[in-house]
């Protein structure tokens, strides 16, 4: 497995399994009662059509985040297409 | 005997629709003690039960991070009802089971009811509920709250909880590694010795929260300092610890701990999933469309624009029947009374007050009956995603854009449903910013003025003067939210962190009940607030009145005018109506409001305006069509009606004191200024009465300023 990238860096379609989410306070509670939390396999859903927010499948339901908080968790990503879950 | 069930659950896992279906028709909401959280209740018989059905906001968890997740937590803690029922929507057990887990951590015993179970099984998934059941240690029940299937498994079982003895409160207790648990063993010592906050709480859960440095509980804690502090000692211990080994903070671990805990549960068979799982549901079907980068904003705007015209062309109809219902009961009621200031108040003050504002509720009527379609059906949430970058540079919402186009985003609109409509967004600061903003659209009231100025002094050009004027709302709008967000409703942007909830087709009896609790609450406050801001200002325009002398001088006038020679009865009718006028002008100027215009001249002249436009935009203040026919009166032209105003557009464009820039700075002005007494009351009802009162002072600065620049530039240009 490569280094972790931030989930921000992601295109549509990848996978790949959260490395850590270094958001604090509100916002780091916010991320973690939704279940991003190390360990969670992720995969981006697509983009707003301004590019921001970004969509993600996990633990079978869809999430949305802006930009800047998807730049607080980064992720090991999965190689080619393969998909979790 | 009578009994509390509270429910609870995540947002969209159809804990309102089980609520609905439990307690019908009979239920209400009020709001908690000084928040805006929304309290709801229900009652329902079961047996010899009495049982008061208490929904409680939905949330993701239990911290005290939001106000519906404190309200939520305190319920359970303070109220400690006979039965707490968790609604969980099965298809996505993982993060249901997150909230679960902290309610039985503070020990509060629950009936787990699996929801949207026809789901799970169209999925082909299946949950081993009885395995589950043990190890999580509380009955779970699996529902379809839309059909009604599962429910009467739920009232037994809850039935149960409340005639048996309650067993006693046992808390779950999940390991969070070696590191924790003996930081919290200790804490746990300390305050079960030190009898800290009189018991109330589990120890083991107020040594989590000071783990997680909530907020609430700390705050709580400083009432026994010594504690309280050595509390804080063993967890700035234990974070340092942390930091350094693990890179972490106590609080991260927690979580990773309760969802691996979830995890565990999970596996040994709890759920099997079908081998070829289908990779895309409807949900992400309808998705790859709606939220397309091309098709998913034309689509929203056509959504947008439909429900617009539906709603202000469907409102129309009712809102007729209702205007008519007073007028004929105005009319009526001055036929029978004798002319005089009982009849003037009834009429002028009761009836066409309460009657103009009741006016608009066909129009909340069916706006929310379509927002709570778009809402309970997901789309809105999609609607917040792909709208959020650019409300964002505002400091706004993505889902600030409901409120904005209803309050006339398109012009037509009404500030009143608008800011109700602002209800949809859980962001406080976000929330405040738009519903302080949203009244500088051009609502429906406020576009007779502009037509009348528009037909004045710029002939032929009303589309296009209406095409600019709405734009300008929408650029003060956002501008203004952008200052408010960077002054007074400073602050960081409320993490974005949305769900887009699967696509699901309401139910109706949800979506009726739910436009009826809106409407009902807004004709409870015409009847009260709104009512006696009427008469206010039917007072302010008919007292002190004209003297006596004045009154004889007219009837004199009157008198001598009838016995003068008439060609025609027409000519001397014509004769009289033009006294009338006069008579109703210096009535007018007479009045405490006449008099406050007479006064605000000079501040006024800067901007352009005299006297006659003071009183009319006092008036406004009322609603703003009554700016049309209170010019019309000043300008002693009786009567005008707002929608046939040619006469008036004449009359001010031969005025010496009107030019083309003091319509101009007009027009700014009644964009911009104070919003309608019907609206300051529903903002004050959504958001507080400060802020109502604040949006009343900065609205009328703001439109001032504006005024008075674009008045003294065009004058020099």
């Given at each position: 497995m490569q280094h972790p990238v931030t989930l921000r860096s992601m295109h549509a379609n990848q996978s790949g399994i959260i490395d850590s989410v270094s958001a604090t306070g509100e916002l780091g509670r916010r991320i973690r009662d939704m279940g991003l939390v190390p360990g969670t396999p992720v995969t981006i859903m697509g983009r707003a059509p301004l590019k921001d927010p970004v969509a993600l499948k996990l633990r079978d339901f869809t999430l949305t985040l802006r930009n800047n908080e998807a730049d607080l968790i980064m992720v090991h990503v999965k190689e080619s297409g393969e998909n979790h879950q | 005997m009578s009994a509390t069930m509270a429910l609870m659950g995540n947002p969209n896992s159809g804990k309102t629709t089980l609520f609905n279906s439990l307690t019908g028709a009979r239920q209400h909401v009020g709001n908690y003690p000084g928040i805006t959280v929304e309290k709801r209740e229900g009652h329902l018989k079961v047996g010899e039960l009495d049982i008061t059905v208490v929904d409680l906001p939905g949330t993701y968890s239990l911290t005290a991070y939001t106000q519906d997740e404190l309200v939520a937590r305190n319920f359970l803690i303070e109220?400690?009802?006979?039965a707490v029922v968790t609604v969980l929507d099965a298809t996505n057990l993982e993060r249901s089971l997150y909230l679960v887990l902290q309610i039985l951590e503070l020990g509060t015993p629950v009936i787990v009811a699996l929801n949207m179970m026809d789901e799970v099984r169209r999925k082909g998934v299946s949950i081993d509920t009885t395995r589950l059941s043990a190890l999580l240690g509380a009955p779970i029940l699996e529902m379809v709250a839309r059909t009604g299937e599962g429910r009467e498994d739920l009232l037994r079982e809850a039935r149960k909880a409340m005639l048996h003895q309650r067993p006693a409160r046992t808390e779950l207790r999940i390991s969070y590694g070696h590191d924790l648990d003996q930081t919290l063993d200790a804490m746990q010592a300390v305050i079960e010795s030190s009898n800290f906050l009189g018991g109330r709480y589990p120890s083991r859960w107020l040594g989590l929260k000071y783990l997680e440095n909530d907020p609430e509980i700390l705050a709580l804690g400083q009432s026994s300092p010594e504690v309280h502090a050595r509390l804080r000692e063993m967890t700035g211990t234990l974070a340092d610890h942390c930091r350094k080994t693990l890179n972490t903070e106590p609080e991260s671990l927690i979580a990773d701990y309760r969802y691996g805990f979830i995890s565990g549960l999970l596996k040994d068979g709890v759920i099997t999933r079908p081998t070829t799982q289908a990779r895309f549901d409807i949900t992400d079907k309808l998705d790859t469309v709606l939220t397309n980068r091309l098709a998913g904003p034309l689509l929203m705007f056509a959504i947008i624009y439909l429900m617009f015209e539906l709603t202000f062309t469907l409102g129309e109809v009712p809102m007729g029947w209702v205007e008519s219902f007073f007028g004929w009961l105005s009319e009526t009621t001055s036929a029978t009374l004798p002319e005089g200031l009982l009849s003037s108040l009834i009429v002028s003050g009761i009836i066409d007050g309460v009657g103009g504002v009741l006016g608009f509720t066909p129009l909340i009527l069916i706006m929310f009956f379509f927002l709570s379609f778009l809402e309970d059906s997901g789309y809105m949430a999609r609607m917040a995603y792909m709208l959020d970058r650019v409300f964002r540079i505002f400091g706004l919402h993505g889902c600030s854009v409901m409120p904005f186009i209803i309050s006339g985003g398109i012009p037509g609109g009404c500030a009143v449903p608008g800011v109700m409509a602002a209800r949809t967004l859980r962001s406080p600061k976000e929330k405040i910013a738009t519903v302080l903003t949203a009244p500088f659209l051009s609502c429906g009231a406020k576009v007779p003025v502009f037509l009348l100025l528009a037909a004045a002094f710029f002939p032929g050009s009303g589309a296009s003067a209406l095409f600019w004027i709405t734009l300008g709302g929408w650029v003060m709008a956002l501008l203004a939210a952008r200052v408010l967000r960077s002054t007074v409703i400073k602050g960081e942007a409320t993490p974005f962190v949305m769900e887009l909830p699967p696509y699901r087709m309401p139910t109706l009896k949800g979506m009726c009940l739910h436009t009826w609790e809106r409407v009902w609450q807004y004709i409870k406050k015409a009847g009260t607030v709104i009512l006696a801001i009427s008469i206010l200002l039917w007072a302010a325009m008919t007292f002190?009145?004209?003297s006596e002398e004045q009154t004889a001088r007219f009837a004199d006038e009157r008198a001598a005018t009838e016995a003068m020679a008439w060609d025609s009865d027409e000519a001397l009718e014509e004769a009289l109506a033009e006294i009338d006028n006069v008579e109703a002008q210096q009535a007018l100027r007479s009045s405490l409001a006449g008099m406050i215009g007479t006064a605000l001249e000079p501040v006024s002249k800067p901007a352009g305006f005299d006297w006659r436009t003071n009183i009319a935009l006092l008036g406004g203040f009322a609603a703003k069509e009554v700016i049309v026919s209170s010019l019309g009166t000043a300008y002693s032209l009786g009567e005008v009606d707002p929608e046939e105003s040619t006469g008036l557009s004449e009359k001010l464009r031969s005025d010496p004191a009107w030019n083309v820039w003091v319509a101009v700075s007009l027009i700014a002005f009644v964009l911009l200024y104070a919003p309608c007494f019907v609206t300051v009351a529903v903002i004050g009802r959504e958001i507080g009465w400060k802020w109502a009162a604040f949006s009343v002072g900065f609205n009328t600065i703001l439109a001032y300023g504006v005024s008075v620049t674009i008045y003294q530039v065009g004058m020099r240009l």
């Open positions: - | 109220n400690n009802p006979d002190p009145g004209p």
